[in-house]
Protein backbone atom coordinates (compact mmCIF):
# COMPACT_ATOMS: atom_id res chain seq x y z
CA UNK A 1 0.00 0.00 0.00
CA UNK A 2 1.13 3.57 -0.92
CA UNK A 3 1.98 5.51 1.75
CA UNK A 4 0.00 8.62 0.11
CA UNK A 5 -3.19 7.88 -1.79
CA UNK A 6 -5.37 10.17 -4.04
CA UNK A 7 -8.41 9.89 -4.98
CA UNK A 8 -10.10 9.81 -7.79
CA UNK A 9 -7.26 9.35 -9.90
CA UNK A 10 -9.05 10.94 -12.88
CA UNK A 11 -11.73 13.90 -12.70
CA UNK A 12 -13.89 15.29 -15.24
CA UNK A 13 -15.69 18.47 -14.89
CA UNK A 14 -18.37 20.58 -16.39
CA UNK A 15 -16.79 24.17 -16.18
CA UNK A 16 -18.94 26.10 -13.62
CA UNK A 17 -18.84 22.54 -11.23
CA UNK A 18 -16.89 22.28 -7.05
CA UNK A 19 -14.56 20.03 -7.41
CA UNK A 20 -12.95 17.82 -4.42
CA UNK A 21 -9.57 16.10 -5.13
CA UNK A 22 -8.57 14.17 -1.74
CA UNK A 23 -5.62 12.80 -0.21
CA UNK A 24 -5.03 10.22 2.66
CA UNK A 25 -1.73 9.33 4.07
CA UNK A 26 -0.13 6.79 6.79
CA UNK A 27 2.85 8.06 7.52
CA UNK A 28 3.48 10.79 10.67
CA UNK A 29 4.05 14.41 8.70
CA UNK A 30 5.15 18.12 9.56
CA UNK A 31 3.50 19.43 6.78
CA UNK A 32 1.11 18.57 3.52
CA UNK A 33 2.13 19.75 0.00
CA UNK A 34 -0.35 20.18 -2.86
CA UNK A 35 0.97 20.97 -6.42
CA UNK A 36 0.13 21.54 -9.73
CA UNK A 37 1.39 20.12 -12.56
CA UNK A 38 0.49 21.99 -15.91
CA UNK A 39 0.30 19.31 -19.18
CA UNK A 40 3.52 20.85 -20.63
CA UNK A 41 4.99 19.59 -17.07
CA UNK A 42 6.05 22.23 -14.98
CA UNK A 43 5.18 21.50 -11.19
CA UNK A 44 3.76 24.56 -9.09
CA UNK A 45 3.62 24.62 -5.67
CA UNK A 46 -0.42 25.57 -4.64
CA UNK A 47 -0.09 25.04 -0.91
CA UNK A 48 1.42 24.27 2.00
CA UNK A 49 -0.26 23.16 5.14
CA UNK A 50 0.12 21.59 8.26
CA UNK A 51 -3.31 22.28 9.96
CA UNK A 52 -6.30 24.11 8.94
CA UNK A 53 -7.50 25.25 6.27
CA UNK A 54 -5.79 27.49 3.42
CA UNK A 55 -7.51 29.76 1.07
CA UNK A 56 -6.08 31.20 -2.52
CA UNK A 57 -8.47 32.35 -4.70
CA UNK A 58 -10.95 29.80 -6.00
CA UNK A 59 -8.74 27.09 -4.30
CA UNK A 60 -9.10 25.57 -0.58
CA UNK A 61 -6.81 22.93 0.92
CA UNK A 62 -8.20 21.58 4.07
CA UNK A 63 -6.08 18.81 6.48
CA UNK A 64 -7.14 16.29 9.49
CA UNK A 65 -4.19 15.74 11.05
CA UNK A 66 -5.98 13.38 13.20
CA UNK A 67 -7.92 11.29 10.25
CA UNK A 68 -4.51 11.72 8.07
CA UNK A 69 -6.33 13.35 5.26
CA UNK A 70 -6.34 16.24 3.43
CA UNK A 71 -8.32 17.84 0.43
CA UNK A 72 -7.87 20.73 -2.13
CA UNK A 73 -11.28 21.91 -3.46
CA UNK A 74 -11.55 24.53 -6.73
CA UNK A 75 -15.07 26.63 -6.70
CA UNK A 76 -16.20 27.70 -10.25
CA UNK A 77 -13.91 25.41 -12.25
CA UNK A 78 -12.52 26.69 -15.09
CA UNK A 79 -11.05 24.99 -18.37
CA UNK A 80 -7.60 26.42 -17.18
CA UNK A 81 -7.64 24.41 -14.46
CA UNK A 82 -7.02 21.17 -16.41
CA UNK A 83 -4.07 19.66 -14.66
CA UNK A 84 -2.55 17.19 -12.53
CA UNK A 85 -2.93 17.85 -8.93
CA UNK A 86 0.02 16.12 -6.72
CA UNK A 87 -0.30 15.81 -3.08
CA UNK A 88 2.94 15.84 -1.00
CA UNK A 89 3.47 14.92 2.63
CA UNK A 90 6.57 16.03 4.34
CA UNK A 91 7.85 13.11 6.72
CA UNK A 92 11.36 12.16 7.02
CA UNK A 93 11.17 13.04 3.06
CA UNK A 94 8.66 14.69 0.59
CA UNK A 95 6.50 11.54 -0.50
CA UNK A 96 4.66 11.63 -3.33
CA UNK A 97 0.79 10.77 -4.48
CA UNK A 98 0.63 9.68 -7.83
CA UNK A 99 -1.56 12.63 -9.13
CA UNK A 100 -5.08 13.07 -10.16
CA UNK A 101 -5.62 14.32 -13.67
CA UNK A 102 -8.23 17.20 -14.09
CA UNK A 103 -9.79 17.83 -16.93
CA UNK A 104 -12.84 20.96 -17.14
CA UNK A 105 -14.85 21.35 -20.25
CA UNK A 106 -16.12 24.26 -21.39
CA UNK B 1 12.69 36.42 -11.25
CA UNK B 2 13.90 32.56 -13.41
CA UNK B 3 13.35 30.29 -9.96
CA UNK B 4 14.69 26.94 -10.69
CA UNK B 5 16.04 26.64 -14.73
CA UNK B 6 16.78 23.11 -15.92
CA UNK B 7 18.16 21.63 -19.36
CA UNK B 8 17.43 20.74 -21.76
CA UNK B 9 14.24 20.37 -22.32
CA UNK B 10 14.48 16.93 -24.10
CA UNK B 11 16.91 14.46 -25.19
CA UNK B 12 17.31 11.40 -26.64
CA UNK B 13 20.08 9.18 -25.62
CA UNK B 14 21.43 5.91 -26.90
CA UNK B 15 22.08 3.09 -24.49
CA UNK B 16 24.96 3.51 -23.04
CA UNK B 17 25.98 7.45 -24.02
CA UNK B 18 26.35 9.97 -21.19
CA UNK B 19 24.69 12.98 -20.74
CA UNK B 20 24.84 15.79 -18.26
CA UNK B 21 21.15 17.38 -16.47
CA UNK B 22 22.06 20.94 -15.89
CA UNK B 23 20.03 22.57 -12.81
CA UNK B 24 20.37 26.11 -11.53
CA UNK B 25 18.59 28.25 -9.29
CA UNK B 26 18.63 32.22 -8.27
CA UNK B 27 16.82 32.41 -4.71
CA UNK B 28 19.63 31.70 -2.91
CA UNK B 29 18.38 27.99 -1.96
CA UNK B 30 20.62 25.88 0.29
CA UNK B 31 18.60 22.75 -0.45
CA UNK B 32 18.05 21.14 -4.22
CA UNK B 33 16.79 17.83 -5.16
CA UNK B 34 16.34 15.85 -8.19
CA UNK B 35 13.91 13.84 -9.00
CA UNK B 36 12.68 11.32 -11.61
CA UNK B 37 8.18 10.97 -12.51
CA UNK B 38 7.58 7.44 -14.03
CA UNK B 39 4.01 7.02 -15.83
CA UNK B 40 2.04 6.28 -12.91
CA UNK B 41 4.56 6.92 -10.01
CA UNK B 42 4.73 9.72 -7.66
CA UNK B 43 8.06 11.28 -7.80
CA UNK B 44 10.70 9.25 -6.84
CA UNK B 45 14.11 11.30 -5.19
CA UNK B 46 17.59 10.71 -6.91
CA UNK B 47 19.84 12.80 -5.32
CA UNK B 48 19.83 15.94 -2.85
CA UNK B 49 22.26 18.30 -1.50
CA UNK B 50 21.87 20.39 1.54
CA UNK B 51 24.40 23.11 0.69
CA UNK B 52 27.62 23.94 -1.76
CA UNK B 53 30.29 20.55 -1.44
CA UNK B 54 27.42 18.34 0.20
CA UNK B 55 25.71 15.57 -1.54
CA UNK B 56 23.04 12.44 -0.64
CA UNK B 57 21.77 9.92 -2.45
CA UNK B 58 17.82 9.46 -2.12
CA UNK B 59 15.73 6.85 -2.96
CA UNK B 60 16.98 5.84 -6.63
CA UNK B 61 20.41 6.90 -7.29
CA UNK B 62 21.59 4.23 -8.99
CA UNK B 63 22.92 5.10 -12.36
CA UNK B 64 23.32 9.00 -11.63
CA UNK B 65 25.95 11.27 -10.04
CA UNK B 66 25.65 14.43 -8.95
CA UNK B 67 28.29 17.27 -8.12
CA UNK B 68 27.34 20.85 -5.69
CA UNK B 69 30.41 23.12 -6.93
CA UNK B 70 28.15 26.41 -5.73
CA UNK B 71 25.09 26.97 -4.13
CA UNK B 72 23.50 28.12 -7.37
CA UNK B 73 24.21 24.77 -9.84
CA UNK B 74 23.30 21.09 -9.12
CA UNK B 75 23.88 18.89 -12.35
CA UNK B 76 22.90 15.42 -12.40
CA UNK B 77 24.91 13.22 -14.64
CA UNK B 78 23.83 9.88 -16.29
CA UNK B 79 26.76 7.53 -17.13
CA UNK B 80 25.62 4.59 -19.85
CA UNK B 81 22.61 5.62 -20.29
CA UNK B 82 19.95 2.79 -19.90
CA UNK B 83 16.29 2.31 -21.08
CA UNK B 84 14.94 1.99 -17.01
CA UNK B 85 16.32 5.62 -17.26
CA UNK B 86 13.51 6.84 -19.57
CA UNK B 87 11.46 8.96 -17.60
CA UNK B 88 11.13 13.12 -16.48
CA UNK B 89 13.58 14.69 -14.69
CA UNK B 90 12.63 17.56 -12.32
CA UNK B 91 15.41 19.71 -10.11
CA UNK B 92 13.72 21.60 -7.05
CA UNK B 93 14.92 23.44 -4.61
CA UNK B 94 14.32 24.85 -1.15
CA UNK B 95 15.26 27.73 1.37
CA UNK B 96 15.38 25.14 3.87
CA UNK B 97 13.71 21.29 4.90
CA UNK B 98 11.76 21.75 7.67
CA UNK B 99 7.46 21.85 7.45
CA UNK B 100 7.51 25.24 6.56
CA UNK B 101 9.41 25.69 3.21
CA UNK B 102 8.23 25.93 -0.08
CA UNK B 103 9.83 23.90 -2.36
CA UNK B 104 10.32 25.00 -5.98
CA UNK B 105 9.94 22.88 -9.11
CA UNK B 106 11.94 23.64 -12.35
CA UNK B 107 10.18 22.80 -15.91
CA UNK B 108 11.06 19.08 -16.18
CA UNK B 109 13.51 17.63 -19.03
CA UNK B 110 12.14 14.68 -20.76
CA UNK B 111 15.03 11.89 -21.43
CA UNK B 112 14.68 9.31 -24.09
CA UNK B 113 17.09 6.14 -23.74
CA UNK B 114 16.43 3.90 -27.27
Known amino acids: KNEVEQSPQNLTAQEGEFITINCSYS?????LHWLQQHPGGGIVSLFMLSSGKKKHGRLIATINIQEKHSSLHITASHPRDSAVYIC????????FGTGTRLQVFP | NAGVTQTPKFRILKIGQSMTLQCTQD?????MYWYRQDPGMGLKLIYYSVGAGITDKGEVPNGYNVSRSTTEDFPLRLELAAPSQTSVYFCASSLGQGAGNTIYFGEGSWLTVV
Open chain 1, 88 to 95: AVKADKLI
Open chain 2, 27 to 31: MNHNY
Open chain 1, 27 to 31: VGISA
